[in-house]
């Protein structure tokens, strides 16, 4: 490691100088949301029209305040909570986008970057800092932005794979020893147990597996100890993943793409998850055009791609990224995964839910979406589709097998008016239900 790189550091405030009205700028994003400069360009109240692009980013975000829609206009490329209600009262934009696209609009020059903020770890002996917990889009900033500048936080793992960025890349950083902001797990609900249940089940010995964040993947996961020589190959991860690597059941022996290595973009979780991933040669992070190539994840073998939704209409459409016109979350790499595992020798594209919401008030699977709802993953792609109450295969299945099957793991409340709803829409008599 360089022995005098600390003493080039200077503060937030000089770093951020070289920010300019009417520039684009990148953020990273997740648990690798630099904060230092994040409040630090914040402070300043002297620039207009600059334009933030970022997925999902951790702890506040004051670049979309009210009253600040002059100075920072947020563009986020899959969202989070601290987003959701700027771009619903329009002062901030959000862009669909499958994350498997976000790099390219980077390197082509369709989103020209001006300036990336970036947290790091600090430089190795070659003098190489690490993207740490997100390679995600931020490597494609980081090559083509006109300038970049950094936090180096002595906390943040140091991580393999094609993610490192030269400590003379950075026209200025800030030096901090600060802890990451952590995403604890939640209490496991009865209905995300049984979920958890049902998709364990599908999950074969030898599988490669996707997961997404969340109760119902982290159910999932809860419950496959018990099989043998599962891969990750996945564009995140959390801390359920070090059990698996831990009791034996993650191997990465029999997958053909990063034999042996745990293969990611980015991962969220504790300070557990980032130990692990520390200076750990079997954990390698790429760039999410990489990972969630299609080309790349079908040559796995069995891949279990386990991806939520919002809301499913009952042809197949699955909406996951908006309630109505309300966006939530975003594209993100759902239909990446979905459609590699669809194309993988013996893979399962798996949509899991529960079948209500608001209190059991409402079905999750409905005879038509949400006006404004996003279809994310298409009546075409989708193949598996899980509820408390069992799973089914919508694959080459016409449009009255489709109702039937999606009524028949529909919450029991919900199934006469379902099959009523849907003998009306595709005009044959309505078959009878159970309760």
């Not at 692990?276 to 080309?295: G, I, K, Q």
């Not at 993100?332 to 669809?342: E, L, V």
């Not at 028949?408 to 829409?425: E, T």
Request: proline share 6%; with cysteine; net charge neutral.
């Amino acid at each position: 490691m360089p022995s005098d790189w600390k003493s080039r550091a200077v503060p937030a405030s000089d770093v951020i100088s070289v920010v300019r009205s009417g520039t684009n700028i990148f953020l990273h994003g997740a648990c690798a949301t630099p904060a230092p400069l994040v409040e630090a360009l914040c402070a300043r109240h002297d620039l207009a029209d600059v334009k933030i692009y970022h997925l999902h980013t951790a702890g506040p975000a004051p670049f979309a305040d009210r009253g600040r829609e002059g100075e920072f206009r947020s563009v986020s490329l899959f969202t989070g909570a601290p987003l959701r209600a700027a771009i619903s009262e329009n002062r901030a934009d959000f862009v669909p986008i499958f994350l498997s696209d976000i790099p390219g609009l980077f390197l082509s020059g369709a989103v020209p970057l001006d300036v990336a903020l970036l947290q790091v770890s600090p430089p190795d002996a070659h003098g190489f800092c690490s993207l740490g917990t997100s390679c995600d889009a931020a490597k494609a900033a980081a090559e083509t932005a006109r300038v970049v500048i950094a936090e180096i936080n002595e906390q943040m793992p140091r991580t393999h794979g094609n993610n490192v960025v030269p400590l003379d890349r950075f026209h200025a950083f800030v030096a901090t020893d600060r802890p990451l902001v952590e995403h604890h797990l939640e209490a496991e609900t009865a209905v995300e147990a049984r979920i958890g249940e049902i998709v364990a089940n599908l999950v074969e010995d030898g599988s490669t597996l996707q997961m997404g964040i969340g109760g119902i993947p982290d159910a999932v996961l809860a419950r496959l100890h018990d099989k043998h020589d599962l891969g990750i190959h996945t564009e995140m991860f959390s801390d359920r993943v070090v059990d698996l690597v831990e009791s034996g059941a993650v191997t990465n022996r029999l997958k053909p793409v990063g034999t042996g290595r745990i293969i990611t973009s980015f991962i969220n979780g504790t300070r557990r998850l980032f130990d692990f991933v520390h200076d750990n040669p079997l954990v390698a992070f790429y760039p999410c055009d990489w990972t969630n190539d299609t080309s790349v994840i079908r040559k796995n073998p069995k891949v279990v791609a386990i991806n939520s939704a919002i809301q499913i209409d009952l042809t197949g459409q699955v909406c996951a990224d908006s309630i109505g016109h309300r966006i939530f979350s975003g594209i993100g790499g759902q239909m990446d995964f979905i459609r590699g595992a669809a194309l993988s020798r013996g893979g399962k594209p798996i949509i899991a839910l529960p079948s209500t919401a608001s209190a059991g008030k409402i079905s999750r699977l409905v005879v038509q979406l949400n006006a404004g709802a996003g279809v994310v993953t298409t009546r075409g792609h989708v193949h598996w589709v899980v509820t408390e109450y069992g799973a089914v295969n919508l694959h080459g299945k016409s449009l009255r097998e489709r109702g039937e099957a999606l009524i028949s793991i529909a919450h029991p409340d919900f199934r006469a008016g379902l099959a009523r709803d849907l003998a009306q829409v595709r005009h044959f008599p309505p078959k009878a239900t159970a309760a």
